[in-house]
């Protein structure tokens, strides 16, 4: 059975202390690693897509990456507005997220 | 121009009563999905459909039936509400279906803001 896990559950930062969030997965025949970032009260929201092994994608402060097994989310010098769950996803199964709070 | 619209966002109804909630997308996308997302926060499928027809059926009460009358629209109506089914449901769309091998990023979800369920 496919499955994804998470860790840490939570993260607390301080401003400008980077970090990572870990994102492991067990699946058939992996089409796409999906990283989304939720706020609290809206639906998930769409930050990267990695499809093969040693693939690095970046954007402002985050920048993901792929292993065979794993997945990671790094978050370089985070700022308050960075503050919220990081979902990891392998096709359509989720992990239980990530939750994030960076404090000034 | 909203995406993928949810209605409605807030639901409040007593055990055994009946409800719908409905998803429409503006996205010309071929396949439409329904989470259901628990209070740790856990997103589940439940259900997918691909150009009205349905895909994906994960283990969900038959109480839980989706009806998707055209590719832009898919309902979910509950029968029977009971006190575990209070969660947030969310409704998402994707050019191709999830499961399908795309580089182009068609299958990346869009998700509507979710409709809060509670069930007293």
């Known amino acids: 059975e496919d499955q994804v896990t998470q860790s840490p559950e939570a993260l607390r930062l301080q401003e400008g202390e980077s970090s990572s969030l870990n994102c492991s997965y067990t699946?058939?025949?992996?089409?796409?690693l999906f990283w989304y970032r939720q706020d609290p009260g809206k639906g998930p929201e769409f930050l990267f897509t990695?499809?093969?092994a040693g693939e690095e994608k970046e954007k402002e402060r985050l920048k993901a990456t792929l292993t065979k097994k794993e997945s990671f989310l790094h978050i370089t010098a985070p700022k308050p507005e960075d503050s919220a769950t990081y979902l990891c996803a392998a096709g359509l199964q989720f992990g239980a997220g990530t939750q994030v709070v960076v404090t000034p | 121009d909203t995406a993928v619209s949810q209605t409605p966002k807030y639901l409040v109804t007593q055990m055994g009563n009946d409800k719908s909630i409905k998803c429409e997308q503006n996205l010309g996308h071929d396949t439409m999905y329904w989470y259901k997302q628990d209070s740790k926060k856990f997103l589940k499928i439940m259900f997918s459909y691909n150009n009205k027809e349905l895909i994906i059926n994960e283990t969900v009460p038959n109480r839980f039936s989706p009806k998707s009358p055209d590719k832009a629209h898919l309902n979910l109506h509950i029968n029977s509400l009971e006190l575990g089914d209070s969660a947030v449901y969310f409704c998402?769309?994707?050019?191709?279906?999830?499961?399908?091998?795309?580089?182009?990023?068609?299958?990346?979800?869009?998700f509507g803001a979710g409709s809060r369920l509670t069930v007293l």
């Open positions: 699946v058939s025949g992996l089409r796409g």
């Open positions: 998402a769309s994707s050019q191709v279906s999830v499961g399908t091998s795309s580089i182009s990023g068609a299958n990346v979800l869009t």
């Open positions: 990695l499809y093969s």
